[in-house]
């Protein structure tokens, strides 16, 4: 026994060195973990203990629109075997994406077709129009992938997938997706953007000319109802449910405008450039996007109503790679969840709801689950 303990010594000594490296290593590694662990709260599919609470409000407006000092708002990532990630929609609660390469099922990343994708245009109810070897072509809800004969431009397509709307120039086309039948709206200056209201009933559409911007509210008819003239160069960034309001952007201010005049203006921070979504006619969201002054790019995301009052509810330090705000942020799950994309592809999920974490399993299911477990 001596002799062992003597050799054992007579080792330790001789790999000193490796042994103090090894434990500053593991020092280290833990001291990093833990450091991780209190600015990201994230949690791996099927880890939920099965005791947590599941209960959810059941709609976006139940949250109060005041921050409290104890409300948490939970990020989540999706796992996503293929990437970069080029869009996504629901299908209820059910979330599929595209890549360069296809489309897949998210949790299962099952592939619901594999080609290239040149570009693709997601509607917030699933259905999408995509180009693939200079072809375009329809998806709709039930995954039935059909050729789509017209060549398109700038399209989008409705909530409902009856109607692709497209533009080139001073003209709008209006195609139904069974008949193929096409409404042709002219304006009198060249179309910057369009947007489906999320009830499928109107399109608006943004005009631009010099600093002059025009906002129309078109039918599926191609009928113009309203319109306003504007005399700065405003940037249209999102459209109510009813198609009856919609929000402008100007540099860091925002602007929402109901046809008739400001509803809300609003500024953010002074270098930053903002992004918003409709919750709901009177709900919104918006993401502050920013540089700090060491040259980072950094994103706030806020809540507000129609009131003008608004609170911060976020931020993406969860988000290594922070916010792609090329690809459009969009609702899920009756609107507990914004889902947003990652810079080099990945897919995060934002719960609405406080102190509620937000978990895509493998399965393809959507759980909510509360930090506390139920009293017994």
Do not use: C
């Not at 209201?197 to 600093?211: C, M, P, W």
């Not at 201010?253 to 270098?271: H, Q, R, T």
């Not at 690809?327 to 009756?334: A, Q, Y």
């Amino acid at each position: 026994m001596t002799n062992l303990k003597q050799k054992l010594k007579d080792y330790y000594l001789k790999h000193k060195k490796v042994f103090i490296i090894f434990f500053v290593f593991i020092i280290f590694f833990l001291g990093i973990v833990i450091q991780k662990n209190k600015n990201i709260v994230t949690t791996q599919p099927n880890q939920i203990p099965s005791n947590f609470a599941t209960e959810v409000p059941n709609t976006f407006s139940d949250i109060p629109v005041s921050k409290k000092e104890n409300e948490i708002f939970y990020f989540n990532q999706i796992i996503t075997n293929y990437a970069p990630v080029t869009g996504y929609s629901w299908n209820n609660d059910k979330l599929t994406y595209s890549t360069l390469n296809g489309i897949y099922e998210s949790g299962t990343n099952n592939v619901v077709i594999e080609k290239p994708i040149q570009e693709i245009y997601w509607s917030n109810s699933f259905n999408a129009v995509f180009k693939s070897e200079n072809k375009w072509y329809l998806l709709n809800s039930s995954k039935q992938i059909t050729e789509f004969p017209n060549q398109l431009t700038n399209p989008i397509i409705i909530n409902n997938g009856t109607t692709v709307a497209d533009f080139s120039l001073n003209n709008l086309h209006l195609i139904d997706t069974k008949s193929l039948i096409k409404i042709d709206v002219n304006f009198n200056e060249p179309v910057d953007k369009i947007i489906f209201s999320g009830n499928s009933e109107f399109l608006i559409v943004a005009t631009k000319y010099g600093k002059q911007v025009k906002i129309y509210q078109v039918s599926k008819a191609g009928i113009i109802t309203k319109s306003i003239t504007y005399e700065e160069p405003y940037n249209l960034s999102s459209v109510s449910n009813n198609g009856d309001s919609f929000i402008l952007t100007l540099k860091n201010k925002i602007f929402v405008s109901n046809f008739i005049n400001f509803i809300i203006e609003d500024k953010f921070l002074e270098n930053s450039t903002v992004y918003s979504l409709y919750i709901d006619d009177v709900n919104l969201l918006f993401i502050e996007q920013y540089t700090d002054s060491l040259g980072r790019t950094l994103e706030n995301i806020y809540k507000s109503n129609i009131s003008g009052l608004r609170y911060k509810i976020s931020d993406s330090k969860p988000i290594s790679n922070r916010i792609n705000t090329k690809i459009p942020m969009m609702l899920g799950v009756s609107n507990r969840i914004l889902t947003i994309a990652e810079n080099k592809g990945k897919i995060w999920i934002l719960s609405l709801f406080p102190n509620l974490i937000p978990t895509y399993s493998t399965d393809g299911e959507i759980v909510f689950s509360d930090l506390k477990p139920k009293s017994h």
